[in-house]
């Protein structure tokens, strides 16, 4: 049974910086990507970050590229989500999900339900 576990959201000021954790569990993690979506209100849910499985760069969508750094905990199957000069534009409920047919290469390329696996997500909230 594939299970993903998101932690580490809550409030934070503009400027600020959460780091966000995925564990996971009954598949082998590093053969598979692991992604992070999010979906704010009133808005579709969104890739934020994708790390391989077979691909070997990670995946930065533009709006968080520079700020967000995406890494593999060793050996640990986790999976964690640096978020730094966080903005109110990053409110929102992050997820992250595993597939075992999509690719971090192909994921700005196809919607989010695409993606098989989910935790039940987490909570940053961006505000002064």
């Known amino acids: 049974q594939v299970r993903l576990v998101e932690s580490g959201g809550g409030l934070v000021q503009p400027g600020g910086s959460l780091r966000l954790s995925c564990a996971s569990s009954?598949?082998?993690?590093?053969?598979?990507?692991i992604a992070w979506f999010r979906q704010a209100p009133g808005k579709e849910r969104e890739v934020v970050s994708c790390?391989?499985?077979?691909?070997?760069?990670?995946y930065y969508s533009d709006s968080v590229k520079g700020r967000f750094t995406l890494a593999r905990g060793e050996p640990k199957n986790t999976v964690y989500l640096q978020m730094n000069m966080l903005n109110p534009e990053d409110t929102a409920v992050y997820y992250c999900?595993?597939?075992?047919?999509?690719?971090?290469?192909?994921?700005?390329?196809?919607?989010?339900?695409?993606?098989?696996?989910w935790g039940k997500g987490t909570l940053v909230t961006v505000s002064s």
């Open positions: 999900a595993t597939d075992f047919e999509s690719t971090c290469t192909k994921v700005s390329r196809e919607p989010w339900y695409a993606w098989d696996y």
């Open positions: 790390i391989g499985g077979s691909d070997e760069n990670a």
């Open positions: 009954g598949f082998s993690w590093y053969h598979f990507p």
